[in-house]
């Protein structure tokens, strides 16, 4: 039997990224609020992490690498940098009982694909 279903599905059009290292240095632990690969630019939160962290991920061009570290009750210091294709761009330190601290960065937008 011949397989007669036509894909209308159009390819998938992947967006250009830049490597981006998230870093968190501190003792404890502390949520992390993060910009990873996503369509939709929500952000990815990891709550109660074991510092120091670090993570490196894909962002996609045009979207603003971004990390947020928030300390808990206990308090503490915490600080995030943020580093775009190895290059570092932001520090921050969040200091004492729920001290906030965010490092962000710029990535240049996508180039405009020729349409066939």
């Known amino acids: 039997m011949l397989d007669t279903d036509e894909k209308d599905e159009k390819p998938e059009r992947r967006v250009p990224t830049a490597s981006v290292t998230y870093e968190v240095a501190g003792e404890g ?3 992390i609020a993060y910009q990873a690969r996503s369509e939709s630019g929500e952000v990815t939160v990891a709550t109660a992490v074991q510092l120091p962290w670090r993570k490196t991920v894909d962002v996609p061009l045009g979207r603003p690498p971004i990390v947020t570290i928030t300390l808990g009750e206990k308090g503490g210091r915490a600080s ?3 580093a775009v294709r190895g290059k570092h761009v ?6 004492g009982k729920f001290g906030r601290a965010t490092c962000q960065g710029e990535l240049p937008t996508p180039e405009p694909v020729a349409s066939e």
């Open 29 to 31: 632990t502390a949520d």
């Open 90 to 95: 932001q520090m921050a330190t969040a200091f």
């Open 80 to 82: 995030c940098a943020l």
